[in-house]
T-cell receptor, first 114, second 110 residues
Framework: QQQVKQSPQSLIVQKGGIPIINCAYENTAFDYFPWYQQFPGKGPALLIA?????SEKKEGRFTISFNKSAKQFSLHIMDSQPGDSATYFC?????????????FGKGTKLTVNP | DVKVTQSSRYLVKRTGEKVFLECVQD?????MFWYRQDPGLGLRLIYF???????EKGDIPEGYSVSREKKERFSLILESASTNQTSMYLCASSTRWGQYFGPGTRLTVT
């Protein structure tokens, strides 16, 4: 019940495409859903996060869609660029925020070809 | 900007050695975490701390211990390093807005 399942494991798109990464969770007590972006040799960096009281959140070219009834959330990257090539992790936590333990998905390696 | 630093980027140790990994954050965060990252397994929580001298086990604490004597510093200790502890180790600190990671320490145990 603590798992977050992420798919796909890897994704290749052309520049300008819209990669979509999906995550699913079981624990209905989760109430904070962040996405992290990790470049090779670096630590993960917080990209965007959503709480279950909204169905969508946009920050620049990155959008989280959230479906509470299906217990799923996804990351969309509009007009993807080669510089977006990285590994993306979804995560979830309960009781209100990043100070709590995060449960991570296993990651998606995104490659954006020029 | 939040800054989380880790004492070494790369470390090579021998089996049986005691290994210390240090993490320092400069934003007065109360919560700090240690993860290990392995290909195909994502990030797995080893230990976390909500306050000075306070620690809680994460999902994979076996073979590890931690120390938090000061708020800004959280140390991970491998009591007797083994080859299966070869991994990338990531430290994080957090606010209510999210967890912030250091650059990681790639540890190789030979």
């Amino acid at each position: 019940q603590q798992q977050v399942k992420q798919s796909p494991q890897s994704l290749i798109v052309q520049k300008g495409g819209i990669p979509i990464i999906n995550c699913a969770y079981e624990n209905t007590a989760f109430d904070y859903f962040p996405w992290y972006q990790q470049f090779p040799g670096k630590g993960p960096a917080l990209l965007i996060a959503i709480r279950p009281d909204v169905s969508e959140k946009k920050e620049g070219r990155f959008t989280i869609s959230f479906n509470k009834s299906a217990k799923q959330f996804s990351l969309h990257i509009m007009d993807s660029q080669p510089g977006d090539s990285a590994t993306y992790f979804c995560a979830a936590s309960r009781r209100g925020g990043g100070s709590e333990k995060l449960v991570f998905g296993k990651g998606t390696k995104l490659t954006v070809n020029p | 900007d939040v800054k989380v630093t880790q004492s070494s980027r790369y470390l090579v140790k021998r089996t049986g050695e005691k290994v210390f990994l240090e993490c320092v954050q400069d934003m007065d965060h109360e919560n700090m975490f240690w993860y290990r990252q392995d290909p195909g397994l994502g990030l797995r929580l080893i230990y976390f701390s909500y306050d000075v001298k306070m620690k809680e086990k994460g999902d994979i604490p076996e073979g590890y211990s931690v120390s938090r004597e000061k708020k800004e510093r959280f140390s991970l200790i491998l009591e007797s390093a083994s080859t299966n502890q070869t991994s990338m180790y990531l430290c994080a600190s957090s606010t209510r807005w999210g967890q912030y990671f250091g650059p990681g320490t790639r540890l190789t145990v030979t």
